[in-house]
């Protein structure tokens, strides 16, 4: 059904062209890409921007309170231009989910024509297709989880890396999110599946990959077969020199995980460990099941067994209850475990959480103040760390030229550090060897070697 919509589709859609507003996380990045295999298969081409498209998906995130704003600003700016256009306007993704924007939707938003959830994007050409040949309004958002649906068409926008969701959903229920509600719960690809598709990227000429979900060490492929088995076997895949994954759960790192990241040559050795807090208090309060102590002990112990391992994180300031003890006790942690960089996140009240009903929400304005804090803590660590790349040889993947400058070539380091250096674009896609010369917080600059 779903190949027949898209081929379907053709007859209606000679010269019409796609536009997908992405928000949020990998995990939606991932599905704009099968969104947009799926528009590409149905006849549409990439418009380069809203104003030559006709038809319009925002692929929406929820994760913080002020993005409902920004999306219904933007569909309001899409009125004249849909007239203009014959545009078709689709709103997809976590937002969906929420009964209360949909019916905002409804009341209010006339001009978008198709609803669709998380556990359906599937369904997305069938429904584009009834709208093509009815011209009716097709709203469709399922409560219940969807199936794993293997084999969409994915239109990868990495031109050497590419995004593998290995499992969808989340169990977890910290108290401050609202994934679990508009994701569903854990549901686990066949390991099977997975590796087909590594296999078929590495046949492609992908060289590295990122695998996804919320909580990528609860990965279950079913007979015992767990995380580490999965990034063991994807190790042996002939052409995938860089694997990373994103977000592992602290409370979920088990041994065997640990060894695995060890011993895979191609398993990068930088961890993205979200801490949310450094406060056991605040901890327990946001459900996340371990405290201060057990995190620095996890990093110690992977800091012994994965030499020269480096750590990432999240952390949310202000989260309900936070007192400045409990804030000293996260610049604390920063501290010690000197990440190399943090993505900090201001609490944000989400409808429906159990955070929502806590007593003692944190004022606005030390909510800012401790952000700032933190952010300049945290920029310091990164300086620091970033000066001890200085005058070492790190293997670059080159991803591109610069955004803002062609003649300055861009790629990661395994350790994920954004390297600018100038060289023949002819490397792009490749591999290659950079010294760096100087550090700028945000990336490294650097010279082929
Ligand atoms: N599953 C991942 C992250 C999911 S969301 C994990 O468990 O780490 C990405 C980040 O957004 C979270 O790590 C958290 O730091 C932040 N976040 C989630 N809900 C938030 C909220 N209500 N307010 C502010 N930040 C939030
Ligand atoms: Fe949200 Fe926690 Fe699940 Fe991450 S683990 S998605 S923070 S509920
Ligand atoms: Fe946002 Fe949904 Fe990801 S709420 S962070 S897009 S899972």
């Not at 969409?152 to 050497?160: I, Q």
């Amino acid at each position: 059904m779903i190949e027949e919509a898209m081929l379907m589709a053709k007859e209606y859609t000679t010269g019409l062209k796609y536009f997908i507003n992405t928000m949020g996380c990998k995990l939606n990045e991932n599905d704009s890409e099968k969104i947009a295999g799926m528009l590409t298969k149905m006849g549409y081409s990439e418009a380069k921007s809203v104003e030559e498209a006709n038809i319009v998906v925002f692929n929406t995130c929820c994760i913080r309170e002020n993005a409902e704003e920004k999306l219904f600003g933007k569909l309001g700016e899409l009125k004249n231009l849909k007239k203009q256009n014959n545009m078709i306007i689709c709103l997809g993704g976590c937002m969906s989910q929420e009964k209360h924007v949909v019916d905002k939707v409804k009341q209010s938003y006339s001009q978008v024509d198709i609803v669709f959830g998380t556990h359906n994007i599937h369904k997305l050409p069938e429904m584009i297709l009834k709208k093509l040949t009815e011209n009716q309004k097709v709203f469709d958002v399922w409560d219940i989880d969807g199936d794993i649906i293997e084999g969409l068409p994915v239109k990868r926008t990495g031109e050497k890396n590419a995004l593998v969701t290995i499992m969808y959903g989340c169990n977890n229920f910290c108290t401050y999110c609202i994934v679990p509600y508009v994701r569903g719960r854990e549901r686990s690809r066949k390991p099977e599946d997975i590796l087909k598709e590594v296999r078929n990227l590495a046949s492609e000429g992908y060289k590295e990959i990122m695998l996804l979900g919320q909580n990528v060490n609860s990965y279950d492929g079913g007979a015992g077969y767990h995380f580490s088995n999965l990034l063991r076997d994807i190790d042996q895949i002939p052409g995938i020199n860089i694997v990373r994954f994103m977000s592992p759960h602290p409370k979920d790192f088990t041994d065997d995980v640990i060894s695995a990241i060890a011993d895979c040559k191609s398993v990068c050795k930088v961890i993205h460990l979200p801490l949310q807090s450094g406060s056991s208090k605040v901890l327990n309060l946001m459900n996340r099941k371990y405290t201060k102590e057990q995190y620095l002990t996890l990093v110690q112990k992977i800091r012994e067994k994965v030499p020269d391992v480096t750590f990432t994180t999240d952390i949310i300031v202000g989260f309900p209850g936070e007192e400045e003890a409990d804030f000293l006790d996260t610049l604390d942690v920063v501290e010690k475990v000197k990440f190399e960089q943090v993505f900090m996140f201001i609490y944000s009240v989400r409808k429906g959480t159990a955070a929502e009903k806590m007593p003692n929400h944190v004022p606005e304005e030390i909510k800012s103040e401790r952000f700032n804090r933190l952010k300049e803590l945290a920029d310091r660590i990164t300086e620091e760390e970033n000066k001890k790349y200085i005058g070492t040889v790190q293997k670059v993947l080159v991803e591109g030229e610069s955004k803002t400058n062609a003649e300055v070539l861009t790629g990661r380091t395994r350790s994920n550090k954004i390297v600018n250096f100038s060289g023949s674009k002819s490397l792009i896609g490749k591999e290659i060897d950079v010294e760096i010369i100087s550090e700028h917080v945000w990336y490294l600059k650097g010279k082929a070697v």
